[in-house]
């Protein structure tokens, strides 16, 4: 079983931010990662993410939005 959660480091030890589901005395690996410290493949995935509920028409409709610098150069004439 897996559990990610948050926790702080005060004097020493780490004091989980939410109960942890496990009896006492168990043993446990600790994975330490700081805030911002995200690997690429994560940010890739949560990128990925941000447009899977998007058809193709609507992916091809931000391509032409975001190509369209109209909207943000004045014009030069």
Wanted: aromatic share 6%; glycine share 4%; no cysteine.
């Amino acid at each position: 079983m897996e559990q990610v959660m948050e926790a702080i480091f005060r004097k020493g030890a780490l004091t989980p931010l939410r109960p942890l589901n496990l009896p006492e005395e168990q043993r446990v690996t600790i994975t330490i990662r700081l805030p911002g410290d995200e690997l690429p493949a994560d940010a890739l995935a949560a990128w990925q993410q941000v447009y899977g509920d998007f058809s193709d028409d609507d992916l091809a409709e931000i391509d032409e939005i975001t190509l369209d610098r109209s909207h943000f150069l004045p014009s030069a004439n």
